[in-house]
């Protein structure tokens, strides 16, 4: 079963514009990464954040992380058509060390 | 960083055939090692991992088994492919808890 829930399952911005994007899990979790995946390619590791953090960054990038609601959000500032992909996040739940469980992914057009 | 591995990168094959794809992994040791299957437009299921060489786990009852001969390498298998076994085959190594897993480039799986 998939752990993860992103939303909105589709976005569509104008360049320069930020991008926001939201993922809500179900149990407790060791951490949460964010992954991007340009069509038919693999996926690319984007960031991870760790279940006692609550801010990351990365360049453009900005992660949080909030485990009393289980959810996290991950934006994308300044958006260039470039960033034009599928996003997903996964977990690694507190137990189960090994497994990494992703989500259905957020289809992100940037216009340009 | 790690460099994974997958080939080929299409395949068609008929409905009852045997199936096999392998994944090797560089630049890492004693790795998790995942498969996971995409459908068009949809998330990644996890099908197997593994933490060990001959250490698998299934994820999901199925058509397929996975095994893992070597530490860094990876292989699924099928003795009858079904028209349902169709997809996006992704192979995924990861070397630690907090660490992101690195994706090979994929395999879609086509079964006529």
């Known amino acids: 079963s998939q752990q993860g829930e992103e939303d909105p399952q589709a976005l569509s911005i104008q360049e320069g514009e930020n991008a926001t994007m939201n993922c809500s899990y179900k149990t407790s979790i060791n951490n949460l990464q964010w992954y991007r995946q340009n069509s038919g390619r693999g996926l690319v590791h984007l960031i991870l954040i760790r279940s006692n953090e609550r801010e990351k960054h990365s360049g453009r990038l900005r992660v949080t992380l909030d485990t009393s609601k289980k959810s996290s959000s991950l934006l994308i500032t300044a958006s260039r058509a470039a960033d034009t992909a599928s996003y997903f996040c996964?977990?690694?739940?507190?137990?189960?060390?090994?497994?990494?469980?992703f989500g259905k992914g957020i289809t992100l057009s940037v216009r340009p | 960083s790690q460099t994974i591995h997958q080939w080929p990168a299409t395949l068609v094959q008929p409905v009852g055939s045997p199936l096999s794809l392998e994944c090797t992994v560089e630049g890492t040791s004693n790795p998790n090692l995942y498969w996971y299957r995409q459908a068009a437009g949809r998330g990644l299921q996890l099908l197997f991992y593994s933490v060990g060489i001959g250490q698998i786990s299934s994820e999901v009852p199925q058509n397929l088994s996975a095994s893992r001969p070597q530490d860094r390498q990876f292989i699924l298998s099928s003795k009858k492919l079904l028209l349902s076994d169709s997809g996006f085959y992704l192979c995924a190594s990861r070397e630690g808890l907090d660490l992101g897993a690195f994706f090979g480039q994929g395999t879609r799986l086509t079964v006529v």
């Open positions: 996964a977990t690694v739940l507190t137990g189960a060390n090994s497994k990494l469980t």
